[in-house]
């Protein structure tokens, strides 16, 4: 009897617990928040590959073939403008400037020569001493030796012209940046031995098409990426004129911070119109691996898509370029 009754007890408990009220641990979880893509209307941009340049920038050369004696900078060193990068082996030029100073001094004497011995005809030609010939010939020798006086005076200069350039000073103040040659090599007329640019803001210089270059105006300010990972907005300081008749593109030199290195490559934004799309928040991707997706509400819950995004805008949101369509709802 009392087995049958602690049966009874135990149906009863159970009914009792197994009624509509629910314990508060089982209550269902608030839905997560989630937005509504909408179709709108996005900005069209053009990445554009360029390079970062200096706004000045000089090959060092010589117009001498000499051996270099020293070379005072090296790469990195800051200039001033005036001052002596190379010196340059002095042993011909100074063999050049005394054969020109030995020949200026022969041209002189002949000359002199030449001028009083054309005065003497004149003086003998007036008392019928000489005959007209004579005096003609003084003259003539009293011109040839003026000329050569002036040729000799000419290679003399030019001998003094060679002599200043066996210091090589900088143009502008700036930075080496790069070195060709070290003392004991041999400079030619015309070969690069320093290249030296100059300080301050450097320039993204971007190859723009043409019909996009059209668009563009002079403060507009581009987004610009390098390679190395760094960003600046950059407002465009001059565009070109014409265009490349083989690339059919436009120069376009945007202004960028000045410890932006030289030869680094850029990526410039460049505005292009605008097109149709969808764009979500940022924190709405998830990422996996390489693929990206979003977690897109359905009647039965939630599910992770797949998509294909595109650039981040410039508000912060993502444009999804494949994979959600307008009226989607989208987890946060």
């Excluded at 098409?209 to 001059?238: F, M, N, Q, W, Y």
């Excluded at 805008?313 to 946060?332: C, K, M, Y």
């Amino acid at each position: 009897m009392t087995r049958y009754l602690f049966a009874g007890l135990l149906a009863f408990a159970t009914a009792a617990c197994s009624d509509g009220s629910a314990s508060p641990a089982a209550k269902t979880a608030p839905p997560e928040p989630a937005l509504t893509v909408r179709a709108e209307t996005l900005a069209t941009v053009l990445p554009v590959s360029g390079t970062v340049m200096a706004r000045q920038r000089a090959e060092i050369a010589t117009r001498l073939m000499a051996r270099i004696a020293r070379v005072a900078v090296d790469v990195g060193s800051r200039v001033r403008a005036g001052q002596t990068l190379i010196h340059l082996g002095g042993d011909d030029i100074a063999a050049a400037r005394q054969k020109a100073a030995a020949a200026l001094s022969a041209a002189e004497a002949a000359h002199a020569e030449a001028v009083r011995q054309a005065a003497r005809m004149d003086t003998l030609y007036a008392s019928d001493a000489v005959s007209q010939v004579q005096r003609d010939q003084a003259h003539l020798g009293l011109a040839q030796a003026t000329a050569q006086l002036a040729l000799a005076q000419a290679a003399e200069k030019d001998a003094e012209t060679a002599a200043g350039y066996a210091t090589i000073a900088a143009p502008f103040s700036g930075v080496v940046a790069a070195r060709y040659v070290d003392a004991g090599d041999l400079a030619n007329p015309g070969m690069p031995l320093l290249v030296v640019e100059s300080t301050g803001p450097r320039d993204a210089v971007l190859d723009v098409p043409v019909d996009i270059a059209a668009r563009l105006h002079r403060g507009d300010t581009l987004r610009v990426t390098g390679d190395d990972g760094r960003e600046a907005k950059a407002p465009v300081r001059a565009i070109a004129g014409g265009a490349d008749q083989r690339t059919r593109t436009v120069e376009v030199r945007a202004t960028l911070p000045a410890d932006w290195p030289t030869g680094l490559g850029v990526t410039g934004f460049i505005p292009a119109g605008s097109h149709p799309g969808v764009a979500v928040p940022a924190d709405a991707i998830v990422r996996r691996g390489q693929l990206t997706g979003v977690r897109v509400v359905m009647a039965e819950g939630t599910t992770l898509r797949w998509v294909r995004v595109g650039r981040t805008l410039a508000d912060g949101r993502v444009e999804i370029l494949s994979g959600l369509e307008p009226g989607d709802r989208v987890v946060q």
